[in-house]
């Protein structure tokens, strides 16, 4: 199966700094999302990352907080912006090799915000 | 959109004993189950899943079966053992909406007492 990468794998920032993270996959695959977990939370989906056009985000998540790039089938960046402490959280790139595939997650990046 | 609800919340069995978590959905257009185990510090891990098209599917020690006309799935684990021990994930997903988005349950804190 494919191998997924993040970078940073943790981090710790000062209020009001933006941090990006970035997902790297060994291989192309179709689909790619982001996701954030929250300390002893389930998995909540920020957005699907669309190659050569804008995310796709969901319900309480904004382009300007957490803009996203994706420019080819194997990489993948979220920005955390402009940073508060209720950012803290770990951030998860997931992938979907094709539709309708199983889907697999990253390491995650722990962010903690100062 | 898609609500999924999973129980119990925290469940302790003994060792060698069998654990059941529960979970049930609300879009009856959801087609794809899949199941993820997270220790901690670690990313989900996909253990098992099912498709609509089945019943039940085994790998192993571990069970999923899935009812469609009650909306409700299960992960059932067999003669438990201390390293199953894990915070576990159901998920629903309608792959024919086009979105493949998964929709996650709270999650189940599991402890296999030695």
């Known amino acids: 199966s494919a191998v997924i990468s993040q970078k940073p794998s943790r981090d710790i920032c000062q209020r009001g700094t933006s941090l990006t993270i970035q997902c790297q996959v060994d291989?192309?695959?179709?689909?790619m999302f982001w996701y954030r977990q929250q300390p002893g939370q389930s998995l909540t989906l920020i957005a699907t990352?669309?190659?050569?056009?804008?995310?796709?985000?969901e319900s309480g998540f904004v382009i300007d907080k957490f803009p996203i790039s994706r420019p080819n089938l194997t990489f993948s960046t979220l920005t955390v912006s402009n940073m508060s402490p209720e950012d803290s959280s770990i951030y998860l790139c997931?992938?979907?090799?094709?539709?309708?595939?199983?889907?697999?997650f990253g390491p995650g990046t722990r962010l903690t915000v100062l | 959109g898609e609500n999924v609800e999973q129980h119990p919340s925290t469940l302790s069995v003994q060792e060698g004993d069998s654990a059941v978590i529960k979970c049930t959905y609300s879009?009856?257009?959801?087609?794809?189950f899949p199941w993820y185990k997270q220790e901690l510090g670690k990313r989900p891990q996909l253990i098992i899943d099912?498709?609509?098209?089945?019943g039940e599917k085994k790998d192993q020690r571990i069970a999923v079966t899935l009812n469609k006309t009650a909306k409700h799935f299960s992960l059932h684990i067999t003669e438990t053992q201390p390293e199953d021990s894990a915070v576990y994930f159901c998920?629903?997903?309608?792959?024919?909406?086009?979105?493949?988005?998964?929709?996650f349950g709270k999650g189940t804190k599991l402890s296999v007492i030695p």
């Open positions: 291989s192309q695959v179709t689909m």
């Open positions: 997931s992938i979907r090799v094709s539709p309708g595939d199983e889907q697999f």
């Open positions: 998920a629903a997903s309608d792959s024919g909406a086009g979105s493949y988005q998964l929709t």
């Open positions: 099912i498709r609509s098209n089945v």
């Open positions: 879009d009856s257009a959801s087609n794809y």
């Open positions: 990352a669309n190659q050569g056009s804008e995310a796709t985000y």
